[in-house]
């Protein structure tokens, strides 16, 4: 008896129900496989330097604490000068409301002489925004301690990953009896990609750092130290990350300046950073390891914001290269691994692709 096949329509629309419902998943159990998946990625990243550990004669379990607290005292140190700087930012609130005001008056006034127009009721309601608004006090300390929670339970993940790699290895080898040398092909290629992202993106984030940071500092903006990371930490969000931050280190600087050539300066030298990390540094130390196009990316960005937040704005990227990869290996989903890929066909392919399809419509 021969097996049905389904149509493509319906093919397609289980496929998106299949999706849906995965996403859902996703989104509900977020408390669970946010810090799970960190946990995994940054276990990849960090298996070079306990391996090494481990070759130089420390018991694995050693080797894995030292690798963990290296980096977990790393970043303590970028998150207490965030801290630090914010709190100083903070204080200053007061007077960067009374500097808004003072800022709007003089435009108003300006553009109130220069076209003849009466702005009362419009600057009735600009004024009455409340930029700098406490919010909800019992919202924010509910998710600083869901966060504190998440990053918490990271360094475990890390070093339970760690420890049992060679178990988790072998659970593959069983489970795959008759293909196993494609899933340890699989897990080598899936870990090189998310190794050289992370540690790609963390050279590119230290880069954008250090030349927003000599910016700020020679032109003597105050907190130039927050501003510097603030930046290269969002910059982590490809296209939608930098441009947050940058807004809100131009309204900043429009503030706390007495000119309109400060700003102007801050956003060309902003674009200026964002081409040279674009088109020089990322190119040059993360490379061609995640061969993903710019739409699939996107995408990842958008749909990981929605499931995850932040998170899947961060994670989203590198297990979409991990999803080409799986693709990659499975003949029969070869071509929505080439559909995420950036691989161009060749101007001959493409022109006979063309042609073959007008030529069909043409029949018709």
Known sequence: MSESKLHPLQFFAYALISIALFLYLMNIGAF?????????FFAFALYPVSKWLESQLFPRSIAIAISIVCVTAFGAAIVYILVNQMVLLLSDIPEMNTLLQEKMDIYWAELQTTFGIDNNLIREKFQSIEWFADGNLNETLFNTGKSITLIGIIPLYIFLLLYYRD???????KVSSKRNEAILKWVADAGKVIHAYLIGMVKVTFFVALLSGIYFYFFGIKYYLLFALFIAILNLIPYIGVAI???????YVFLTSDTIFAPVLTLAVLWGIQLIENNLITPLVVGAKVKVNVLAVLLAVLIGGAVWGISGMVLFIPM????????????????YGYLLGDDFPKPKEGQSFIKNIKEKWLKK
């Open 167 to 173: 178990f988790f290895v072998a659970f593959l080898l």
């Open 320 to 335: 979409v290269g991990v999803l080409k990869i799986t693709f990659d290996s499975i003949p029969s989903l070869q071509p």
């Open 32 to 40: 669970i496989l946010v810090p799970l998946v960190w946990g995994v």
């Open 245 to 251: 931050s940058s807004i809100l280190v131009i309204f």
